[in-house]
């Protein structure tokens, strides 16, 4: 019974360098989210994705980039890391709209914790 | 611009005491409202609302959403250090967007 997996949990980065966050989940949903938490900040979607194929922009896109790579998995990308981008990292997913609106909810996986130097 | 704002940003009461959480929201095409709980890592479920005056309950927590006024509330009685948490409020556009509120940060004296 995993539910959203990401890999990793942690990591350091020098500024400049470039990762990629993997994020998988093997609940058949359509919806995946990235989202980002700074202290007091609550959290602030970053990309998101509403189906296989499709992307959108969230509030704070900017030095990041995602792939939705099949239905199950959704990477986030950072090309050249910058000390901004220190923060915890969560990979969410959810039901589609209109499907079963009691599975509308998001479910988180277990974060990662990302440093840049 | 879309908005989710959360007051207040922290509270701090003793045992037992009754305490209500608010979340007001604008947003284009709503489509449903979510409160989780943050303790140590991930978010967990709380509540779903997606109907006005439809009271949520959950033991000692419940929830109501206006959507008349564009709020929510949270309401947790007798509370216990357990709840020592912070609270997301997040709203859900028919698009399939979900953004979050900066979070109620609570914490119980016992």
């Known amino acids: 019974n995993a539910g959203v997996t990401q890999t990793p949990k942690f990591q350091v980065l020098k500024t400049g360098q470039s990762m990629t966050l993997q994020c998988a989940q093997d609940m058949n949903h359509n919806s995946m989210y990235w989202y980002r938490q700074d202290p007091g900040m609550g959290l602030r979607l970053i990309y998101y994705?509403?189906?296989?194929?499709?992307?959108d922009k969230g509030e704070v896109p900017n030095g990041y980039n995602v792939s939705r790579l099949n239905k199950r998995e959704f990477s986030l990308r950072l090309e050249s890391a910058a000390p901004s981008q220190t923060s915890v990292y969560f990979c969410?997913?959810?039901?589609?709209?209109?499907?079963?609106?009691?599975?509308?909810?998001?479910?988180f996986g277990s974060g990662t914790q990302l440093s840049v130097l | 611009e879309d908005k989710v704002v959360q007051s207040p940003l922290s509270l701090v009461v003793h045992e037992g005491d009754t305490v209500t959480l608010n979340c007001s929201y604008e947003v284009t095409n709503f489509r449903s409202l979510l409160w989780y709980k943050q303790e140590k890592k991930a978010p967990t479920f709380l509540f779903m609302l997606?109907?006005?005056?439809i009271e949520k309950k959950s033991g000692r927590l419940s929830s109501i959403l206006d959507k008349k006024e564009l709020f929510s509330i949270l309401n947790i009685t007798a509370t216990q250090t357990g709840d020592s948490a912070i609270y997301l409020c997040a709203v859900r556009h028919r698009d399939d967007k979900i953004i979050f509120g900066k979070g109620t940060r609570l914490h119980i004296l016992p």
């Open positions: 997606t109907s006005s005056g």
């Open positions: 994705s509403a189906s296989e194929g499709t992307t």
């Open positions: 969410a997913s959810s039901e589609a709209l209109q499907l079963r609106i009691s599975n509308e909810k998001l479910f």
